[in-house]
């Protein structure tokens, strides 16, 4: 499985983040696995932000779980990330990353991420 | 919530040294959720161990890991030029269900 994330490289504090990514190499709702979204603030560690299962369920961090939304499009297999109400402390690369169900809870695969950067 | 704590911030060592790198949770964690990354700059991370003490797809078996309930270690055998990076330890399972520890950055003597 190979994952790539794509978006607006600069959103304005207040509005809506919205990434995507596009999987390859297996559908995205072909059963097993987890899709989630994950970032990284400049020079700062890893937070986890959420994961939507291959049926559609979502399951978010709880400090953000009020400004998150983690969807998905099976016909593009893809999945996205919207994040509301921005400030400059989201700013930071985003990656995106599938984790098997049953598995270790570990990540295998990430996409490359992007920077996204909050800034008026 | 679970704290992930690493040790030490920063490791120094010369290629061809053992390194050793910690990994400490404010709770137990299952063996079976535990995982270490190594990232360099500029790159997502890349998951080394698994499970503890399984080695990834791919990644050289001077990679060893071992630990169980709230202690961990990474343990490179002998560093390769290569190996200097980030380290990162991850836990699955306990609230807010995945997080990730603060790192060790290994840098060469």
């Known amino acids: 499985v190979q994952l790539q994330e794509s978006g607006p490289g600069l959103v304005k504090p207040s509005q809506t983040l919205s990434l995507t990514c596009t999987v390859s190499?297996?559908?995205?709702?072909?059963?097993?696995?987890?899709w989630n979204w994950i970032r990284q603030h400049p020079g700062k560690g890893l937070e986890w932000i959420g994961y939507?299962?291959?049926?559609?369920?979502?399951y978010y961090n709880p400090s953000l779980k009020s400004r998150v939304s983690i969807s998905m499009d099976t016909s593009k297999n893809q999945f996205s990330l919207k994040l509301d109400s921005v400030t400059v402390a989201d700013t930071a690369v985003y990656y995106c990353?599938?984790?098997?169900?049953?598995?270790?809870?570990?990540?295998?695969?990430w996409g490359q991420g992007t920077l996204v950067t909050v800034s008026s | 919530d679970i704290v992930l704590t690493q040790s030490p911030g920063t490791l120094s060592l010369s290629p061809g040294e053992r390194a050793t790198l910690s990994c400490r949770a404010s709770q137990s964690v299952n063996s079976s959720y535990l995982a270490w990354y190594q990232q360099k700059p500029g790159q997502a991370p890349r998951l080394l161990i698994h499970a503890t003490s399984r080695r990834a797809s791919g990644i050289p078996d001077r990679f060893s890991g071992r630990g169980s309930g709230t202690d961990f270690i990474l343990t490179i055998s002998r560093l390769e030029p290569e190996d200097f990076a980030l380290y990162y330890c991850q836990q699955f399972g306990n609230s807010p269900l995945c997080s990730f520890g603060p790192g060790t950055k290994l840098e060469i003597k």
């Open positions: 939507i299962y291959y049926s559609g369920r979502t």
């Open positions: 190499g297996g559908a995205i709702n072909s059963g097993g696995y987890y």
């Open positions: 990353a599938s984790r098997v169900g049953g598995g270790s809870g570990s990540f295998p695969a």
